[in-house]
């Protein structure tokens, strides 16, 4: 355990399912008390299934089960009104956030000469302006602190093109820029901001994509990736794993910087 992340308290965006429940979990195993952020309702794009209230309650009894406190809250990252509310409420009830991992996002496939705009806006406005929307209202409770780390959960896709996702990538290159910018304006304030870079992930994501494109998540990830270790896919304990240590003490010197979780694919 990484003492020092115990009693810390970490906002997690996309916390129903995948990479953000493992994560929330692997926070609260250290210690750390969970605000679990999710839209937990299905949306028309990109179409295969988001997480749900049930997942969120669940997620609240593992975390109090493990020892620590949970609050969650259903609600999207494009919507300030969903945001502020939560934020506030977190400041009640712990007084503080010390961790952000801003995960939440969607996935879809799509040329750029057939994607419409509203498909471009909503890869967009969830997976960039949304991680955005919530630092905006988290950045100065860390200020006030004096302390804080952010994660923005990236993709192999914000350091590479990728074939039918220009928007998925134009977006997560986009939490690449972020990532840089905040690390300059926030260092002063002892805030670091970190920007993670998996390849193929095995979450709901997978297995939406595959169900979209009418084939297999080891098809999807045979697709994409090409690991140089003979893995298709990482597992989201994995990226939990590196979650945890990025927000530990032990990694008190890392900011700007990109943390790439690949299995060697962009080694390539
Ligand atoms: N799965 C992969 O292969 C992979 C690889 C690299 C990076 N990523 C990135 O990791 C992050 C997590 O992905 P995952 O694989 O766990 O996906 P997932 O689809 O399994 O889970 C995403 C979660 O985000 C929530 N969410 C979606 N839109 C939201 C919104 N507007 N507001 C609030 N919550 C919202 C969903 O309800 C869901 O619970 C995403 O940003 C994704 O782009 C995924």
């Not at 593992?62 to 990252?77: L, P, Y």
């Not at 956030?97 to 406005?125: Q, R, S, V």
Request: with cysteine; hydrophobic share 45%; charged share 25%.
């Amino acid at each position: 355990m990484n003492s020092d992340l115990k009693g810390k308290v970490a906002f997690i965006t996309g916390a129903a399912h995948g990479q953000g429940r493992a994560t929330a979990i692997a926070l609260a195993r250290e210690g750390a008390h969970i605000a679990a952020f999710d839209i937990a309702k299905q949306l028309s794009y990109p179409g295969y299934s988001m997480g749900s209230e049930d997942e969120l309650q669940s997620l609240k009894k593992e975390c109090e089960a493990i020892g620590v406190s949970c609050e969650i809250f259903r609600g999207d990252v494009r919507n300030d009104k969903d945001i502020t509310p939560a934020v506030n409420k977190v400041k009640e009830v712990f007084g503080r956030i010390d961790i952000l991992f801003n995960n939440a996002g969607i996935c879809a496939y799509g040329l750029a000469d057939e994607l419409t705009e509203e498909e471009w806006d909503a890869m967009l406005d969830i997976n960039l302006k949304g991680a955005w929307l919530v630092a905006r209202r988290i950045i100065p409770v860390m200020k006030e602190q004096k302390s804080g780390v952010i994660i923005n959960n990236s993709s192999i896709a914000g350091l590479r093109g990728m074939n039918r996702l220009c928007h998925y990538a134009a977006s997560k290159w986009g939490l690449t820029g972020l990532t840089k910018s905040w690390a300059i304006e926030l260092a002063p304030f002892n805030i670091r901001v970190i920007a993670i870079h998996p390849t193929g992930v095995n979450t709901p994501m997978n297995d939406g994509l595959a169900f979209l494109e009418g084939t297999t998540a080891k098809e999807i990830a045979e697709r994409s990736a090409g690991n140089l270790i003979d893995v298709p896919w990482v597992e989201p304990d994995d990226v939990a794993n590196a979650v945890v240590f990025l927000s530990s003490e032990k990694a008190r010197f890392v900011t700007g910087s990109s943390f790439v979780l690949d299995a060697g694919l962009l080694t390539r």
